[in-house]
Nanobody, 122 residues
Framework: QVLLVESGGGLVQAGGSLRLSCAAS????????MGWFRQAPGEEREFVAA????????TYADSVNGRFTISRDKAKATLFLQMNSLKPEDTAVYYC???????????????WGLGTQVTVFL
């Protein structure tokens, strides 16, 4: 079993920055990839970014490309999402996920955190 715990969400003005963290634990934690997804009220959960755990290869949704950066600290089993130039439309609950596929599809991920709220105001 893998436990994922997100932190770092909050309230920020448009144009500002936040850094999300996702701490992983569990004896079976050995992902091929991890990802960030987000879900706004009344919307489907959508892909934000993913990273291959071993070599750090990354991919991003078009809506965040150039503004967000996904990274990881393998030694600390921690995933990060640096979010810059935030917009009101980035407001959502942000979830981290781990799995055995490098994918933009949420069904490809096996374990999920409970999420952290990000709210961007004008």
């Amino acid at each position: 079993q893998v436990l994922l715990v997100e932190s770092g969400g909050g309230l920020v003005q448009a144009g500002g920055s936040l850094r999300l963290s996702c701490a992983a634990s569990g004896r079976t934690f050995s992902p091929w990839a991890m990802g960030w997804f987000r879900q706004a009220p009344g919307e489907e959960r959508e892909f934000v970014a993913a990273i291959v755990w071993i070599d750090g290869a990354t991919t991003y949704a078009d809506s965040v490309n150039g503004r967000f950066t996904i990274s990881r600290d393998k030694a600390k089993a921690t995933l990060f999402l640096q979010m810059n130039s935030l917009k009101p439309e980035d407001t959502a609950v942000y979830y981290c996920a781990s799995g055995q596929a490098y994918s933009v599809y949420k069904d490809s991920y096996d374990f999920w955190g409970l999420g952290t709220q990000v709210t961007v105001f004008l």
